[in-house]
């Protein structure tokens, strides 16, 4: 069968044609609307601090297993966007840098260290953090193109961040995994560390 | 089968190059796109079908029938007033509130998912009305955005009605999460 037929009878004909046409959309004039959505998608991953926290908390998660791989990344949002309110408000809020640096290393610690605290410990810790991202998140806000497109674009990548966490936690399942997860941990608490430090340092 | 997929992908394609009213569209088709064009109605329109989802069949078939209907008839009576300054706000409420309730995933009353389905419609109409500018033909333009709220409603009951896996579902809750967590924080800034 020619490629061009196996394409055309695949599932994924619809979505790639969809793509393909995808261009079009910019010929609307929506170019606030994806600015916004594109820096807010940007904001997250622009940062080494927030990356490491996002995925280590899908990688502790699946390391606790359920509820509480399902209960982080439900969770973390919606205090998140406590943070957020309080960054686009202006709120002042001590030690931000110092609080997502900190939320790197003490994460990665609870991986490498495999720890299972109760769930109502593990969600604080992270809700603490997810407070400090949040206000991160939120403080450019007001500055964007497009506020909620910002918004949309954030959270979506954040989430995201999650997911690959989780996914890369799928590699728990065998021994070998498991101890890849850890070293993973050991890792992130280690740039956590020089995270902390160079925001000390900065001071 | 896939054929006829890749036709209704054709067919919506020059819809992604059209505006909200563009000329040579047509007023139902502007219609048709306006809720899908705007996030803030969009991402509340997009958490209601979720919601609706979540519920039992009597509640979701009330969304779906709540949702559009109070869309046209707010948008109807909408022509005759000026568009309220708040809707924006009322978007963001609608989206915490939704948001919240999805990541909940709990039963609801009937009178709730009713009155949340009006709510969404009416906030979503009105702003339909506001997009009608003199040319249009405003019914057409209201039965394009009726027609368009009412399938991404069905469209939304019938994909999280199927998911079986526990993971998906969870996967709807943290949706919802985040849908929240936008609606917080745009309502912070107003």
């Not at chain 1, 979505?15 to 904001?43: D, I, M, Q, R, Y």
């Not at chain 1, 899908?58 to 973390?76: E, K, M, N, R, T």
């Not at chain 2, 059209?18 to 809720?35: K, N």
Request: hydrophobic share 60%; charged share 10%.
């Amino acid at each position: 069968m020619r490629i061009s037929n196996l394409i055309l009878r695949s599932r994924l004909a619809p979505p790639l044609a969809a793509l393909c046409l995808a261009p079009a959309a910019f010929a609307h004039n929506v170019a606030g609307t994806a600015t916004g959505f594109e820096s807010g998608l940007k904001h997250p991953i622009s940062g080494l601090d927030h990356v490491l926290a996002m995925v280590a908390v899908g990688i502790w998660g699946s390391q606790l297993g359920a509820p509480a791989v399902w209960l982080l990344p439900v969770a973390f949002p919606l205090v998140m966007s406590i943070g957020g309110a309080l960054g686009v408000r202006g709120v002042p809020l001590p030690g931000v840098e110092t609080g997502i640096a900190l939320s790197a290393l003490a994460l990665g610690l609870a991986i490498a260290l495999a720890a299972r605290p109760p769930l109502w410990v593990a969600a604080t810790l992270v809700a603490i953090f997810a407070v400090f991202h949040g206000y991160a998140h939120g403080a450019e806000l007001p500055h964007a193109a497009e506020p909620l497109a910002y918004g949309v674009g954030f959270v979506t990548a954040t989430g995201l961040l999650h997911a690959s966490g989780i996914a890369l936690g799928v590699f728990g399942k065998w021994q070998l995994g498991r101890r890849a997860l850890r070293l993973a941990g050991v890792a992130i608490a280690i740039t956590g560390a020089h995270l902390v430090m160079g925001v000390i340092g900065s001071r | 089968m896939n054929k006829f997929r890749l036709g209704a992908v054709a067919l919506l394609a020059p819809s992604l190059a059209a505006a909200h009213v563009m000329p040579g569209v047509g007023d139902f088709y502007s219609g048709m796109l306006h809720p899908l064009l705007s996030l803030d109605q969009l991402v509340p329109l997009a958490a209601l079908s979720l919601l609706a989802g979540q519920q039992n069949r009597n509640l979701a078939v009330t969304a779906l029938i709540a949702f559009p209907a109070a869309l046209a008839a707010a948008a109807r009576a909408g022509l005759a007033v000026r568009q309220p300054s708040f809707l924006f706000v009322a978007s963001a409420a609608a989206m915490a509130i939704l948001g919240v309730l999805i990541a909940v995933s709990r039963p609801l009353p009937h009178f709730a998912v009713a009155a949340l389905a009006i709510a969404v419609g009416v906030v979503e109409g009105l702003a339909v009305s506001g997009e009608i500018s003199p040319g249009v033909e405003p019914l057409r333009f209201i039965a394009g955005a009726a027609l368009t709220g009412l399938v991404m409603v069905a469209y939304g009951i019938g994909l999280v009605r199927r998911l079986r896996a526990e993971w998906m579902r969870i996967a709807v809750r943290a949706a919802g999460s985040w849908v929240a967590a936008i609606g917080v924080m745009v309502l912070a800034l107003k």
